[in-house]
């Protein structure tokens, strides 16, 4: 079946120090990747997504890359924040299931950014 | 982006009660709810998906019986653990989506996390 493999964390970094978060999945189909982020008392949200493999999804300074052939979607960003602390969660649906919405998710890395 | 509410966000149990888990779509109806769980250190898995007005399908391993959810409307889904114990202490989290093909994103709730002692 399915499956997500992240990086374990916690993971702590000062500010404007570079992240990557590791992320390779297993899939039966042609899965569509997805980083998700938990803030602290909050519900998870879509960060960003690629469809199809070489896409990069972005949004608010974080990349991933559909790499289909080293089956990653490695999270990344140059310079992070005091306010990216969260919990982020690497997920994969894949087109031959229900709809889009049914994830499998990895183990979530819980980021601390120290001033 | 669209709101779920997710209520309690923490409750304790003694072993043996049962336990209701509410998530709810503020501003839009939702026709496909989805309930996962976490145990420590592990993924969040897939539950069961509800969709509104029929029965849940329930992923293979998770016991219908044990875990009620009602998906009676479009805005509200709810998930009952019965009898619970203490291997039912864990995160479990609803996701809920207005399904309108492929790429439709669903939205997650805050999360509740479960403790029978």
């Known amino acids: 079946g399915d499956s997500v493999t992240q990086m374990e964390g916690p993971v702590t970094l000062s500010e404007e120090a570079f992240l990557t978060i590791n992320c390779t999945y297993t899939?039966?189909?042609?899965?569509?990747l997805f980083w998700y982020v938990q803030y602290p008392g909050e519900g998870l949200q879509l960060l960003l997504k690629a469809t199809k493999a070489d896409d990069k999804g972005s949004n608010k300074g974080f990349e991933a890359t559909y790499r289909k052939e080293t089956t990653s979607f490695h999270l990344e960003k140059g310079s992070v924040q005091v306010s990216d602390s969260a919990v982020y969660f690497c997920a994969l649906s894949d087109w031959s299931n229900f709809g889009n919405e049914k994830l499998t998710f990895g183990t979530g890395t819980r980021l601390t950014i120290i001033p | 982006g669209a709101v779920v509410s997710q209520h309690p966000s923490w409750v304790i149990c003694k072993s043996g009660t049962s336990v209701k888990i509410e998530c709810r779509s503020l501003d839009f109806q939702a026709t496909t709810m989805f309930w996962y769980r976490q145990f420590p250190k592990q993924s969040l898995m897939l539950m069961a998906t509800?969709?509104?007005?029929?029965?849940?399908?329930?992923e293979q391993g998770v016991e219908k019986d044990k875990f009620l959810i009602n998906h009676a409307s479009l805005t509200l889904s709810t998930l009952t653990v019965t009898s619970a114990h203490p291997e039912d202490s864990s995160f479990y989290i609803c996701?809920?989506?207005?399904?309108?093909?492929?790429?439709?994103?669903?939205?997650f709730g805050q999360g509740t996390r479960l403790t029978v002692v």
């Open positions: 899939a039966t189909g042609y899965p569509s």
């Open positions: 509800s969709n509104e007005g029929s029965k849940a399908t329930y």
């Open positions: 996701s809920a989506s207005d399904y309108r093909g492929p790429n439709t994103e669903a939205f």
